[in-house]
């Protein structure tokens, strides 16, 4: 396949991790990348022997460079991918696809018109566990699928990051923080989701900054802190889910798949582990497994529960694989099949997760506008950095 040129925009931290993969993939060369700080770009480009450090403006008019490779900040995702679709490039956004659905919409239509590919991050539901219980649930393991449970909380992100304000500002919170990789996750395994019912609250006017270098200084929230609500999917699959900056330490387990004859876990020690890494743990119990079978007996009986069947993960990608979903859009650019990270399951993530906000503020359940098809899963036995054959 022709190895395809591309223009990075947003060249902060994330975009260390995606210039090293693209390097890992033969279809892919960052010819160029651009930053509104100049000199951040000309580090990149000397740091990584990328050929030239530019304006958004060169990236944008040179006739070499097809996709768009957009890392600039939330706020800047629907500005940076329509003017590289109305240059004629591909484009592919880290997430979420925007801050507001006009934008993404915008985005999408004017992609379809000039036939052009719009893709989203987060891809990290093409790494192995998450590709595994694709699986698992496809191949009737679990039989069907008839609910689940998507969980994130912790105290937000003031303690650690160097500068969390916008981790209270629009485009943020935990929904589009880390819930972005929580929809992605349940659409991409339980296919497109129907209504949803929500729940939004806000406990913290203010948080103090306990991290360096900005220790004690004061932040103002101007968004929910605390989301709860019921997904319904258009197959009859119900997901309860709880996306939290509000709490402190909570046991809650991070994905859960339920089904007629079983269960998957995917729960990690870590407490930012879940769908936002590409690799992880995997478990499964069988309802034959189940120490009800047993009952009536003394109930909790944990103790004499089998344990948790760990599932070895069959698909690759689970170390920091960011860029997969890039890598798939041109495999798909080139043959003309659909891409897995595709705009049009990105605006149906967006929509689900300003549906939360709709429903909380009307008080009933949000029906959901768009919709999109369930992503093909990877082909099994391909070697990495190779999706088609």
């Not at 396949?1 to 902060?12: A, D, E, F, P, T």
């Not at 990149?44 to 403006?57: D, E, G």
Request: aromatic share 10%.
């Amino acid at each position: 396949m022709n190895k395809l040129k591309i223009g990075l925009v947003g060249c902060g931290n994330i975009s260390d991790v995606y210039i090293q993969n693209s390097k890992k993939w033969s279809v892919m060369e960052i010819v160029a990348c651009a930053d509104k700080i100049m000199e951040r770009a000309k580090e990149k480009s000397k740091q990584y022997n990328i050929a030239k450090a530019c304006s958004v403006k060169e990236i944008m008019e040179d006739p070499d460079i097809s996709v768009i490779l957009n890392l600039t900040n939330p706020q800047s995702h629907a500005e940076i991918c329509l003017a590289a679709l109305k240059a004629g490039k591909n484009a592919y956004t880290e997430k979420p696809l925007a801050i507001d659905l006009d934008d993404g919409k915008e985005m999408i239509d004017l992609a379809k018109s000039k036939n052009l590919y719009i893709g989203s991050a987060p891809d990290t539901f093409l790494g192995g566990r998450l590709q595994t219980a694709r699986k698992l649930i496809d191949d009737g393991s679990i039989g069907e699928p008839i609910a689940a449970s998507a969980f994130c909380a912790f105290h937000g992100h003031e303690v650690w990051h160097p500068d969390p304000d916008f981790f209270y500002k629009e485009g943020a919170g935990p929904m589009f923080d880390m819930g972005v990789y929580y929809m992605t996750a349940l659409i991409s395994l339980l296919g497109p989701v129907n209504r949803v019912l929500g729940n939004a609250k806000k406990y913290f006017d203010e948080r103090t900054i306990t991290s360096q270098p900005n220790y004690g200084k004061k932040i103002s929230v101007e968004i929910d802190t605390h989301i709860t609500g019921v997904m319904e999917f258009k197959n009859n699959v119900t997901v309860t889910v709880v996306m939290s900056f509000d709490v402190w330490d909570p046991t809650l387990p991070r994905i859960e798949i339920y089904g007629k004859e079983g269960t998957l876990y995917m729960n990690d020690d870590d407490p930012y582990g879940g769908p936002n890494i590409f690799g992880g743990k995997l478990s499964i119990r069988k309802g034959k497994d189940s120490d009800w079978l047993e009952f009536p007996s003394q109930v909790p009986r944990r103790e004499q529960l089998s344990p948790l069947e760990n599932v070895p993960l069959k698909y690759g990608y689970n170390e920091n694989s960011r860029g997969v979903g890039l890598a798939d859009m041109i495999y798909a650019i080139q043959s003309g099949r659909k891409s897995r990270a595709s705009g049009e399951m990105a605006y149906h993530v967006l929509e689900a997760m300003f549906s939360f906000l709709e429903s909380s503020k009307e008080g009933k359940y949000y029906e959901m506008k768009s919709t999109c098809e369930r992503p093909m899963p990877l082909k099994m036995g391909l070697p990495e950095f190779v999706l088609d054959q």
